[in-house]
T-cell receptor, first 109, second 113 residues
């Protein structure tokens, strides 16, 4: 079983739509959680950290459910510029992160 | 502010040739440094990480090696490339105080022919 699993997509949505991505992780000792965004042929960039209480950054909302070992990312009012691959990332121990393979989002006009 | 540089941006090398990729970080001291590889359509695979000069931890046994000769310099090397070494190589850094927030360089796209 992969340490971090994501639905690869692609998710094809119209502009203005709300879209949600899910991610599960296998190690119950995981300590920190993140969403990264990766544009085509570019480096990943930190989008937001994910806290147990849930957190919001503009149109983006991240949720963590430790009991179910589940992380989500909700994007409201999708923009064309949101088209990218979204990577779910888990810190298990030490200074190392484990990256999911990513979910592709395509926002169309 | 901190910046991270990688070069070259793209590289085409024949099988059996050596490799040297360089990464440098500016605007911070004593960063943790990481090398990742991303194969086409795949997730990021951690190759090496370093918490200080001369301190290298290897995650995946393979024909690659890493060195950290200076505080803000991280080098990925190979003596003989394999076809399977093709991929997108990414260097990342974190501040020791926020060790889980990683920031990536622009990457090197390596094609082994």
């Amino acid at each position: 079983r992969k340490e971090v699993e994501q639905d690869p997509g692609p998710f094809n949505v119209p502009e203005g739509a709300t879209v949600a991505f899910n991610c599960t992780y296998s190690n119950s000792a995981s300590q920190s959680f993140f969403w990264y965004r990766q544009d085509c042929r570019k480096e990943p960039k930190l989008l937001m950290s994910v806290y147990s209480s849930g957190n919001e950054d503009g149109r983006f909302t991240a949720q963590l459910n430790r009991a179910s070992q589940y992380i989500s990312l909700l994007i409201r009012d999708s923009k064309l510029s949101d088209s990218a691959t979204y990577l779910c990332v888990v810190a298990i121990y030490g200074n190392k992160l484990v990256f999911g393979a990513g979910t592709i989002l395509r926002v169309k006009s | 502010s901190q910046t991270i540089h990688q070069w070259p941006a793209t590289l085409v090398q024949p099988v059996g040739s050596p490799l040297s990729l360089e990464c440098t970080v500016e605007g911070t001291s004593n960063p943790n440094l990481y090398w990742y590889r991303q194969a086409a359509g795949r997730g990021l695979q951690l190759l090496f990480y370093s918490v200080g000069i001369g301190q290298i931890s290897s995650e995946v046994p393979q024909n690659l090696s890493a060195s950290r000769p200076q505080d803000r310099q991280f080098i990925l090397s190979s003596k003989k490339l394999l076809l399977s070494d093709s991929g997108f190589y990414l260097c990342a850094w974190t501040a020791t105080s926020r060790a889980y927030e990683q920031y990536f360089g622009p990457g090197t796209r390596l094609t082994v022919t």
